[in-house]
């Protein structure tokens, strides 16, 4: 079955610095990728969207300078937390729909990463 | 955005009994999936089931949705300990002839907790 990867799965950084996290579809093409973060014990909440070729769409609430995503193939979307700060620690989540065999219509299933814990110092 | 609500938050169980989680949203949709997630860990697709289907069976799950009351429940059969773990419920409003473009939106979980 298809597979999305996540890269690194785990990150400590100290705060002021940037973090960039790598969500790849292994074995099909997304045009779209998607964003979630999870703090503990709580809900996944969707972030943006990330769109092949074009600017990532945002989450009210969420800042899009704070949070860079660069989806440059149709396999790789990056998520860079800038200037990352304590309460940006989290579980970072992507996950992509496969676009269906044969066609342009994507599937019903959403392939979820394994994620990525970013603790800020 | 958060979809709806699960209910109840958490739940503690006795082995070999059943579970069942609640879960309610807002929107019209597509289909409901529900997923599980261990402590820390990733997701686990369990079931999906469409805005046309009213049951769906899954080995010891059995899922329902009433999209007249916007509402679908999990019941997991005959519990194990190994069921321990948060259940999310999810829903796609991806509508027919669409790109891959909208997002799952997620309920707030069910936390299970089943003791042998």
């Known amino acids: 079955g298809a597979v999305v990867s996540q890269h690194p799965s785990r990150v400590i950084c100290k705060s002021g610095t940037s973090v960039k996290i790598e969500c790849r579809s292994l074995?099909?093409?997304?045009?779209?990728m998607f964003w979630y973060r999870q703090f503990p014990k709580k809900s996944l909440m969707l972030m943006a969207t990330?769109?092949?070729?074009?600017?990532?769409?945002?989450e009210q609430g969420v800042e899009k300078d704070k949070f860079l995503i660069n989806h440059a193939s149709l396999t790789l979307s990056t998520l860079t937390v800038t200037s990352a700060h304590p309460e940006d620690s989290s579980f970072y989540i992507c996950?992509?729909?496969?676009?269906?065999?044969?066609?342009?219509?994507?599937?019903?299933?959403?392939?979820f990463g394994p994620g990525t814990r970013l603790l800020v110092l | 955005s958060q979809q709806g609500e699960e209910d109840p938050q958490a739940l503690s169980i006795q082995e070999g009994e059943n579970a069942t989680m609640n879960c309610s949203y807002k929107?019209?949709?597509?289909?409901l999936q529900w997923y599980r997630q261990n402590s820390g860990r990733g997701l686990v697709h369990l079931i999906l089931?469409?805005?046309?289907?009213r049951e769906k069976h899954s080995g010891r799950l059995r899922v329902t949705l009433d999209t007249s009351k916007k509402s679908s429940s999990l019941l997991i059969t005959a519990s194990r300990a190994a069921d321990t773990a948060s259940y999310f419920c999810?829903?796609?409003?991806?509508?027919?002839?669409?790109?891959?473009?909208?997002?799952?939106?997620f309920g707030k979980g069910t936390t299970l907790s089943v003791s042998s």
């Open positions: 996950s992509a729909r496969d676009l269906g065999p044969g066609s342009k219509m994507p599937s019903e299933t959403q392939y």
């Open positions: 074995d099909f093409q997304a045009t779209t």
């Open positions: 990330s769109n092949e070729g074009s600017k990532a769409t945002y």
């Open positions: 929107t019209s949709i597509n289909n």
């Open positions: 089931i469409r805005s046309n289907e």
């Open positions: 999810a829903t796609d409003g991806l509508p027919y002839a669409n790109q891959a473009g909208t997002a799952l939106i």
